[in-house]
């Protein structure tokens, strides 16, 4: 190579790496939304006032915010096998490829060939005999000195033969280059390839929403479970109860102390406990149809819960100090802003296309008319062609792509205003409901121990004779229901914990 060619070929790159460094972004400057929640979450009332030490929910794994270990083998088995969790991996996979892809623009795309060309020259030739001139005989007299003269004529012919000949022709050549490339002088394809790159990071995002949230419906699909389970056990206890209260009755109408209205009465109770259990066993199965499809396999028989019981299956932490800043942490309001900036850089790229496009060509090889001489002094080819397009006419095209472009981020700004305020809204109802649930169920726990006393008593008052029996019966409906309604507040409790938890976007570890 030439050292001319060499400072030349230097002296292009140097410019080509200025011209793209030195080019300008036409996107918006971005600023987050502001003011579309207040600065803090609501506080009083009903909201529970945390120790100031109390732990940050948002920062606890999930295996150590669990404390049943046969629910944590059930949440491990669903994130290993949800199938919505492995579409959300698979969209996280697809828009890494498509960043790659978008981002692969912004740099030339370099290529090498090499070509042999043969081919066969046909080419005519012609020889031949020249004629023989004529010539003549001179005369002449005299002595010692004299002259003569002499003329004379001829004809000649001549003959010719033409033949064919033929030669091959090779021609050999390799070619280093970059073809076609865009100089990104406006910033369009760093614009393109950064949107993409929000919609990579938005991907994750989802992808972490949905781990969270699957986290939290398998706990509460297991907390459902096993609290149907606990009311179909009360709702067999009672049964048995509702039927001695009948069998007594019918006994006494038959010897006539007892009227029928009693034994329908008795009836009417042993007939609602019957039914209760029938429904209870079906959610039980429906329950766990439910957390089956949540695992995404058949949870082991080994892993399903008993009753409800009154234990804690998880922390039972009230978070402090909380702000809604915190919310910035929440996956979905982090895919929210991720998929803003991305429409923020879209009005950059739409701008850019507004100017002209400027494109880059070069071409470095060798050529020969042998393959031996390929690489040899003096073989050297090179070429540089830049190129400029600039539509004149598009009818409206280009403004058009730029007006949806800025309508899209608006359309964004929106969405991301929106999800923060559904945040801020479920992450206030659950700080509502932690803060006033344990009252709930101080209450409704006091109230069936009450009831069951009142339906022993009104039982004895009514073998001693001092009450009828359509007094026990209401006191035996009573704690029936009180015990369901205890049910269904430490379930409420259960939940409302699982809840925080994902409101607050927990860990996920």
Not at 124 to 139: N, P
């Amino acid at each position: 190579m030439s050292l001319s060619m060499t400072i030349t070929i230097r002296t292009a790159a140097v410019l080509l790496a200025s011209v793209a460094l030195a080019g300008c972004n036409l996107a918006p400057n971005y600023s987050r939304p502001q003011g579309a929640i207040p600065v803090a979450l609501p506080q009083g009332g009903p909201y529970p006032v945390a120790p100031t030490d109390a732990p940050d929910v948002s920062k606890i794994g999930w295996k150590t915010f669990f404390t049943d270990p046969k629910l944590r083998d059930v949440i491990a088995l669903g994130l290993e096998n949800n199938r919505d969790l492995r579409l959300a991996a698979a969209n996280v996979l697809q828009a890494r490829a498509q960043y790659k892809v978008q981002r692969a623009d912004q740099l030339p795309t370099v290529s090498a060939n090499g070509s042999a060309y043969y081919a066969n020259a046909l080419g005519a030739a012609t020889s031949g005999a020249g004629g023989i001139g004529g010539g003549g005989i001179g005369t002449g007299t005299g002595t010692g000195t004299g002259t003569g003269t002499g003329t004379g004529t001829g004809t000649g012919t001549s003959t010719g033969v033409t033949t064919t000949t033929s030669s091959n022709l090779e021609f050999y050549s390799a070619n280093v280059g970059i073809s076609s490339f865009e100089l990104d002088l406006w910033g369009r394809l760093r614009n393109l390839s950064q949107a993409a790159l929000q919609q990579y990071f938005a991907t994750e995002e989802a992808q972490r929403s949905t781990r969270i949230s699957l986290i939290s419906e398998i706990a509460s699909a297991y907390l459902t479970l096993a609290s149907d389970q606990e009311l179909l056990a009360v709702s067999e206890e009672t049964l048995k109860s509702f039927d001695q209260s009948l069998q007594l009755t019918r006994a006494q109408f038959r010897i006539g102390t007892q009227s029928e209205l009693v034994v329908r009465q008795a009836e009417t109770n042993y007939e609602a406990a019957v039914n209760d259990i029938a429904t209870r066993r079906a959610l039980i199965a429906q329950d766990r149809n439910a957390l089956d499809l949540l695992v995404g396999t058949t949870t082991p028989a080994a892993l399903l819960p008993g009753t409800l019981g009154t234990g804690d299956r998880t922390l039972s932490v009230i978070p402090g100090n909380v702000e809604s800043t915190v919310l910035l942490r929440r996956p979905d309001v982090l895919q929210a802003e991720h998929q803003l900036i991305a429409q923020n850089a879209n009005i950059g790229a739409a701008r850019a296309a507004m100017f002209p496009t400027i494109s880059l060509t070069t071409s470095f090889g060798t050529v020969s008319s042998a393959l031996t001489g390929l690489f040899g002094n003096n073989s050297q080819s090179w070429s540089i062609a830049p190129g400029a397009t600039f539509p004149i006419f598009d009818f409206g095209r280009r403004k058009g792509n730029l007006e949806l472009a800025r309508a899209q981020q608006l359309g964004a700004v929106a969405t991301y205003e929106k999800t923060l305020q559904t945040a801020f809204r479920e992450v206030a109802d659950a700080l509502a409901t932690r803060g006033t649930i344990d009252a709930q169920l101080g209450s409704r726990t006091r109230r069936a121990e009450a009831a069951l006393v009142g339906a022993r008593l009104s039982d004895a008052r009514y073998r001693a004779g001092v009450d009828s029996f359509l007094t026990t019966l209401d006191a035996q409906r009573t704690s029936y229901s009180a015990r369901q309604d205890l049910v269904t507040t430490r379930l409420a409790r259960a939940t409302n914990l699982v809840t925080v938890y994902r409101v607050l976007g927990g860990g996920l570890n």
